[in-house]
């Protein structure tokens, strides 16, 4: 089994990385803080695949540091840290209503979020949008369409991950490679890289 022991680059930071991993197949591994402190760890891909991680001590892993990539078959593993919470928003209280208001809810829903450029995925009766403004933002956009029968909450992005699909996951979170050449810099103040001892 092959262990990890390098990271080759970080696709958030590397423009050049970002470039060549742009038509990448990426599996995402996801770590909370925790994990993210350590130097050695079995780390598990959003493929369901395993990547056992022995880095150098004293190595401190950053979000998108890439810990594989293979040119020939145009796959990489890259690590995720601190997930964005994700907006759930809750349709289930539609379910009563007559056919023609849970369209027009839905569609003026879809409007609202579709106006903001998010992304989204929709499980059952659960609208997922990952946070990519400030929350105020988020919540005073849901609240101008004040839409009825619907709730939303935010929820920690490593907590919804079970309940989603590789590819809807992806979709959500691993959307570093579009938005980091337009408009990453507005908010690269809230990008802090903790450096524990």
Known sequence: MKIYNTILG????????????S???????????????KSRFLGKGVSGEEYPIALARHS???????IDYDPETGKAVVLRIELSPV???????LEGKDPSSIIRISVELGHAIGNQHWPAVVKGTKVYVPL?????VMLSVMETHHIDGITFEFEKGLDVIPFLAPHEIRRLFGGAGH?????????????????HD
């Open 10 to 21: 970080n696709m958030l930071t590397s423009e050049e990385w970002n470039k060549k991993l």
């Open 60 to 66: 401190q892993i950053v979000d998108g540091d890439i």
């Open 132 to 136: 990519t403004v400030d929350k105020k």
């Open 23 to 37: 038509t990448a197949d990426i599996d995402f591994i996801f770590l909370d803080q925790w994990t993210a402190q």
């Open 87 to 93: 907006l759930v928003i809750d349709m289930g209280g």
């Open 179 to 195: 938005e980091s050449h337009s408009h990453v810099h507005s908010h690269e103040g809230t990008h802090h890289h903790h450096h």
